[in-house]
């Protein structure tokens, strides 16, 4: 069957929108045939830093032709509402079908011709595409072109191995079949027929289509040269994807960096060589940068690259001189004297400078047990902020701060916390694992969460300015893959608050703290989410709406039952790695045979409890076992004292598995009371008792998740 291939070429498109844009132009020509009628059996999308273009396979020559039913009002509706359906519909009323009273409009879709319809399909997809920056520049008639992300050359449109010619006036052009090769290498224009054609006659012009066969040459031709000098590439996915998006015909090449540079410290080398000038790392046998680097150049030189390798070492040389320059300066002052520059940096009008930010890290530390050492690392977190060289590269705050506090004996576990309490910065970034590393990332964190939540600077649904997701994200992991299985953020928000206070700086009065736990705790949903957990079970655990806050916990002051739902109901609400510990075990547990027989029996003893306590506005939960006349009755009130004396130890130990399996074995019990017993029975201390007997056992439940919640 048919294929349709189209190409629109433009000028350079940044390397950072062109994953993104594949995607979309995929999906785009998707919907839009499908839209249209038209079927197809696969599209792909390609992306190089000029031309962005997808292939069509298997579609028809034309659409089949259509009739689709549409109901409308019911007969003798108001005037309005017929004229309303008749309108959309283009038809009469007598052209309309009554049956069991509505109006039905049978409405007709002619067979079309593909190539009449392709053209609509290039438009919409041009209209709704969208780009992270776009502009629109000057026609040759004088209008103004449609915004695109950089001026549109020409755009290629061929169906079933014939042109597709058709005007885009609001780009300026006519669709054609050709397009041209590479800008340098040889920019002639190439007649295309095929997909197959196309991708052919492209190589043959110094165009690889596919990124991710660019990859692969960068890579394997780094590789090849590096091997040559005995070294090894430093793995880097990021650059490698960028580099990719920079050129339509990589040609790996080698450059050398001068031995004078090679003292200076591995960060600011492989950073100086890879933010501002796209080279790769190379590795000696033992792992230290070696003194060369790798580049790509997008073209290839008549003396086999020696001028361009000879200009980018250029370029590297007067680079690295600004770094030693910078680096020389900065080693030569303390620490402590650049923390003294910080009063001079805002870190928010309404919060304060830096070092506030910086003295009320200090009061975090000690809240959170870290003493000396704390007070130290969280005066000197942010000092190389006003350092040159980080000045000069920003992506090296936190690391020359380490270097620094090393280089000037200050502790090992107090540099390295000035350089991990920025981490974790994403899903990718490495979590520290050190006390106190640990202790300041937290700190900081729920910092600038507390500071911006008061001031009423919160994320929207589209702007997160300050990055509060990612700091939240960050505390959900530190906790998490620190096995933190006792700390509560609680506490230590409030801390954060009062230390806020201190230094006088006034909050919203609206701002109430729960709000930065429901953040995180929303964070949290997301994250477990992501891991493939249950939606239901992380519902039923984290959105604890029912029992936590409709039992009056004073009505309980003298059961022992209050101890056990003031510590897991109330105190672990802001405890993540139990939150999430019991969202795991949930969904585990479900997922077992036992899983489903729990859920069934206690989904049913909640909604019991829950009518009743909600019509009688109280909660059942004592029992007076003299009035627990029947088998049925003090068999499970016998059973639901035996597994309470493990409960604790279960608990504590996060063994959330381990309880639902005692509760599991209720189940039979729990049935025979049901089968045998009746709850609402006709003298009113019998029907307290059993419902305190049914509240008593929810309670069990809610230490785990709110099970009627669950779904199934």
């Known amino acids: ?80 509402a017929i004229q309303g359906f008749l309108k959309s519909t283009g038809l009469t009323l007598e052209k309309c079908e009554q049956r069991e009273g509505y109006y039905y409009a049978h409405i007709e879709t002619k067979p079309q011709e593909t190539p009449d319809i392709l053209p609509q399909v290039i438009q919409a997809i041009l209209t709704k595409f969208t780009w992270q920056k776009s502009q629109f520049w000057t026609l040759d008639n004088g209008d103004k072109s449609q915004f695109w992300v950089r001026a549109v050359r020409s755009v290629l449109c061929v169906f079933d191995g014939k042109p597709l010619s058709f005007a885009l006036p609001t780009l300026g ?85 001068e031995e004078q540079f090679m003292r200076l410290p591995s960060p600011v080398l492989s950073t100086s060589m890879r933010v501002h000038q796209k080279y790769f790392t190379l590795l000696d046998k033992n792992g230290k940068i070696a003194p060369y680097f790798g580049v790509v150049a997008n073209t290839k030189g008549a003396d086999g690259g020696a001028k361009m390798i000879a ?41 304060g400078n830096l070092h506030q930010k910086c003295e009320r890290l200090k009061t975090l530390m000690t809240t959170q047990g870290a003493e000396d050492d704390g007070r130290r690392a969280a005066l000197l977190a942010k000092s190389d902020l006003v350092t040159s060289l980080v000045g000069e590269f920003p992506e090296l705050q ?47 964190k729920l910092d600038s969460l507390v500071g911006f939540f008061g001031i009423g600077e919160e994320p929207t649904g589209s702007k997160d300015p300050f990055a509060l997701r990612r700091a939240a994200l960050g505390i959900i992991r530190l906790i998490r893959d620190n096995g933190l299985s006792d700390f509560s953020l609680q506490p230590l928000c409030c801390q954060a608050i009062e230390a806020y206070q201190k230094q006088g700086i006034s909050f919203q009065s609206d701002f109430q703290f729960e ?33 936590a806050h409709t039992i009056n916990v004073d009505e309980l002051a003298n059961s022992p039952e209050s101890v056990a739902i ?100 209720l189940h039979e019990s729990v049935d025979h009371f049901f089968e045998t017993l009746k709850v609402n029975d006709d003298n009113k201390d019998i029907r307290a008792n059993r419902l305190g007997l049914l509240g008593k056992l929810r309670i069990q439940t809610e230490l785990i998740a709110n099970f009627s919640k669950i779904e199934g």
């Open 1 to 80: 069957m048919p294929e349709f291939l189209t190409e629109i070429l433009s000028e350079e498109i940044p390397a950072r929108m062109q994953r993104r844009a594949q995607d979309d132009l995929k999906k785009l020509m998707e919907d839009e045939l499908t839209a249209k009628g038209l079927t197809f059996s696969s599209v792909e999308s390609y992306v190089t830093p000029r031309r962005l273009a997808a292939v069509v396979f298997n579609l028809p020559t034309t659409t089949s032709g259509t009739i689709e039913e549409r109901r409308g009002p019911k007969v003798g509706a108001p005037e309005g």
């Open 173 to 257: 052009l006519t669709t054609s079949n050709q397009t041209s090769g590479h800008r340098f290498l040889k920019p002639d224009l190439q007649e295309i027929s095929s997909f197959d054609d196309y991708k052919t006659k492209l190589e043959k012009a110094f165009v690889i289509l596919d990124p991710v066969t660019r990859q692969t040459q960068i890579w394997e031709g780094l590789e090849a040269l590096a091997h040559q000098k005995g070294l090894v590439l430093l793995t880097d996915e990021g650059l490698l994807q960028e580099v990719a998006g920079l050129v339509e015909y990589p040609v790996p090449l080698l450059g050398q960096i």
């Open 311 to 351: 200009g980018h070492e250029r370029v590297l040389r007067a680079r690295l001189s600004d770094a030693a320059f910078f680096f020389e300066q900065d080693v030569k002052v303390p620490l402590g004297e650049f923390a003294q520059k910080l009063n001079k940096i805002i870190f928010h009008a309404k919060l």
């Open 398 to 444: 936190g690391v020359m701060g380490e270097i620094y506090a090393s280089a000037q004996g200050e502790e090992p576990h107090v540099a390295a916390a000035i350089r991990e309490h920025y981490q974790p910065q994403g899903p990718n970034d490495q979590c520290p694992h050190a006390p106190l590393s640990i202790a300041l990332a937290l700190a900081d």
């Open 515 to 547: 709000s930065i736990l429901n953040f995180i705790n929303d964070r949290l949903k997301v994250a477990l989410k992501a891991e493939g957990m249950r939606h239901d079970c992380i519902v039923a655990v984290i959105d604890r709406t029912s029992l």
């Open 566 to 665: 003031q510590e897991y109901i109330g105190t672990r609400s802001h405890n993540i790695f139990s939150l999430s510990a019991r969202v795991e075990a949930l969904h585990t547990f479900l997922e077992s045979p036992k899983g489903a027989a729990l859920s069934a029996t206690f989904r049913r003893v909640d909604g019991i409890v829950e009518n009743e306590t909600t019509k009688d506005n109280h909660f059942y939960l004592n029992i007076k076992p003299e009035l627990l006349l029947e088998t049925a009755e003090q068999n499970l009130y016998q059973q639901i004292e035996n597994i309470i004396k493990v409960r604790k130890s279960l608990l504590d130990a996060h063994d959330y598995i381990g309880w639902m399996a005692q509760l599991a074995s």
